[in-house]
């Protein structure tokens, strides 16, 4: 079993959609979650960063996370064709300069005009 | 906000030769940077974690003779794919932590093709 699980896709939505993008994780250690963008053929860009459990809003984006069911997610409101990437969930046991992420294997979005 | 640059951002090399990739942090003192590999279609592998004054701590699996890490400065490391074959053909990301940050922020990415 991987450490982080991510439906793969391809999700296609029509603009202006609510999007649902999910990670479930089994290490209960894991206490900072972040989800990042990747255009195609370029770095990741992080969108959210969240610490334990809870929500948060950015904008157009939610992040939540449910540490009891080791579940998280990435909300998008009012979807547009610029969103369509690939979403990465990545999690982290620790903060700090040293600590590695271990990331999904990425949502592929696709919004349609 | 915070920047990391990758160079080259694209690079072929003949199989046998050895191909250098650079990430710097360009606004941010990055006391540790990591570098991924990326296939097509895949999320991102962490190979080794790179860090300042030290030697890199590499993931199972991951040659370290063959994929050299040196992170001389607070704002360099570079990875070294030694003997490429085309199977190391991959996209190669670097990402830095800053000394008090939690966040990590990624390189551009470069793309190397083994021929």
């Known amino acids: 079993q991987k450490e982080v699980e991510q439906d793969p896709g391809p999700l296609s939505v029509p603009e202006g959609a609510i999007v649902s993008l999910n990670c479930t994780y089994s290490?209960?250690?894991?206490?900072?979650f972040m989800w990042y963008r990747q255009y195609s053929r370029k770095g990741p860009e992080l969108l959210m960063y969240?610490?334990?459990?809870g929500n948060k809003e950015d904008g157009r984006f939610t992040a939540q996370v449910d540490k009891s069911s080791k579940y998280i997610s990435l909300f998008i409101r009012d979807s547009q064709p610029s969103d369509s990437a690939t979403y990465l969930c990545?999690?982290?046991?620790?903060?700090?300069?040293?600590?590695?992420?271990?990331f999904g294997t990425g949502t592929l979005l696709a919004v349609q005009p | 906000g915070a920047v990391v640059s990758q160079h080259p951002s694209w690079v072929i090399c003949k199989s046998g030769t050895s191909v250098k990739i650079e990430c710097r942090s360009l606004?941010?003192?990055?006391?540790?940077m990591f570098w991924y590999r990326q296939f097509p279609k895949q999320s991102l592998m962490l190979m080794a974690t790179?860090?300042?004054?030290?030697?890199?701590?590499?993931e199972q699996g991951v040659e370290k003779d063959k994929f050299l890490i040196n992170h001389a400065s607070l704002t360099l490391s570079t990875l070294t794919v030694t003997s490429a074959h085309p199977e190391d053909s991959s996209f190669y990301i670097c990402s830095a932590r800053g000394q008090w940050g939690n966040t990590i922020y990624f390189g551009e990415g470069s793309w190397l093709t083994v021929v």
């Open positions: 969240t610490y334990s459990s």
């Open positions: 290490n209960s250690a894991f206490q900072y």
């Open positions: 990545a999690m982290s046991e620790y903060g700090g300069a040293t600590n590695k992420l271990i």
């Open positions: 790179s860090n300042e004054g030290s030697k890199a701590t590499y």
């Open positions: 606004d941010f003192q990055a006391t540790t």
